[in-house]
């Protein structure tokens, strides 16, 4: 399985900007939508944006306007751009891509790969 590498976590104040990466631990694979999630403490994982090889972009609205997701196709490389931060956005941020797994027939289906999460603290 692709095991997805991120950075760029930390701890900042309320109105603040970090920037987060995520890049997979080898190259020569075909994805398709990447994305990133969150968990808060107590709460189940939550789509935070995703976006598709092709460029389109979906956001929870708790971050439209302040989140901003791009990629590198060739790098296959993903980032999220989070600015004006609210302590409601501290959480556990986990990158997600879709790999496609190839087999002989030339059919694939895509498998889920998950990096190991990072935090993102937001204080007020």
């Known amino acids: 399985q692709v095991q997805l590498v991120e950075s760029g976590g930390g701890l900042v104040q309320a109105g603040g900007s970090l920037r987060l990466s995520c890049a997979p631990s080898?190259?020569?694979?075909?994805?398709?939508?990447m994305g990133w999630y969150r968990q808060a403490p107590g709460k189940e994982r939550q789509l935070v944006a995703t976006?598709?090889?092709?460029?389109?972009?979906n956001y929870v609205d708790s971050v439209k306007g302040r989140f901003t997701i791009s990629r590198d196709n060739a790098k296959n490389t993903v980032d999220l751009q989070m600015n004006s931060l609210k302590p409601e956005d501290t959480a556990v941020y986990y990158c997600?891509?879709?790999?496609?797994?190839?087999?002989?027939?030339?059919?694939?289906?895509?498998?889920?790969?998950w990096g190991q999460g990072t935090q993102v603290t937001v204080s007020s």
């Open positions: 997600n891509a879709k790999v496609r797994r190839y087999y002989r027939s030339g059919h694939y289906n895509t498998e889920d790969s």
């Open positions: 080898r190259s020569g694979l075909i994805i398709d939508a």
């Open positions: 976006i598709t090889s092709g460029g389109s972009t």
